[in-house]
């Protein structure tokens, strides 16, 4: 790991933010919000049986998010430790348990895919019971992964600060990473804690999203252009 230079971890978490970036944006926009639809079970199960090969492409990119995500908090594990080697592990686990929870979350879209594919279901269960059990798997990716994303909120919180004292970094990313952390952190306990937080929660999300993506990706692209270069010209001085 002491061997690894500072530019070749830093392409390696630029690549995985960019890349888990883009797979987020088409699960989440092309795949789950299509399939849902509020206060109509029955046009969310139909969604779900019509495009089965839309949404096995949406948990194969939450498997492409899964594995960004490990190899950014190694990554970034290596590019920060010279900062502060403890608290740049403590920051890398942070974000292994969110990959852990995500893991958790994506077995439910798993049971869906199962559901609907083995007709020994309907024949036992009943087609309502199959709609019911597809509908708690659902609801059950979402809130797993809503906790998920309150520890993720955590990391991101730490790896601000990280940023703040390393002196071949921006600050500016340090500063847009702690507001992310925070728009992460109270959008999700308040989707967790308030019972009425889903009337509100799109609003909610179109305001917070801006600062997460900002913050996120654009570390994530200055890490590909930029990241590590200025510690080499100084081993290089």
Not at 73 to 87: M, P, Q, T, Y
Not at 105 to 111: K, S, T
Request: hydrophobic share 55%.
């Amino acid at each position: 790991m002491n061997d690894i230079p500072q530019r070749t971890a830093a392409l390696i978490a630029g690549f995985s933010i960019v890349t888990m970036a883009i797979a987020a944006g088409f699960a989440c926009s092309c795949v789950l919000n299509n399939f849902t639809v509020l206060d109509d079970i029955k046009l969310t199960i139909n969604n779900m049986k019509s495009s089965q090969t839309l949404f096995r492409l949406g948990i194969f990119s939450f498997l492409v998010i899964l594995i960004c995500d490990l190899l950014a908090a190694w990554s970034l594990h290596v590019f920060l430790k010279r900062v502060n080697e403890n608290l740049s592990l403590l920051t890398a686990w942070f974000r292994l348990v969110y990959s852990a929870m995500l893991g958790t979350a994506l077995l439910n879209l798993v049971f869906i895919v199962l559901l609907f594919k083995n007709e020994d279901f309907l024949s036992i269960f009943g087609r309502d019971q199959v709609s019911a059990l597809a509908i708690l798997f659902l609801h059950g990716f979402h809130l797993i992964w809503s906790i998920g994303l309150v520890i993720f909120g955590c990391h991101l919180l730490l790896l601000g600060y990280l940023l703040s004292k390393a002196n071949y970094t921006p600050k500016i990313f340090s500063v847009l990473l702690i507001i992310a952390s925070l728009c992460y952190i109270i959008h999700h306990t308040a989707n967790l804690l308030l019972l009425n937080y889903e009337k509100y929660k799109t609003t909610v999300e179109i305001f917070l999203s801006l600062p997460m993506i900002v913050g996120e990706l654009g570390f994530g692209l200055w890490l590909l252009v930029r990241g590590g270069k200025k510690c080499e010209d100084k081993k290089l001085n």
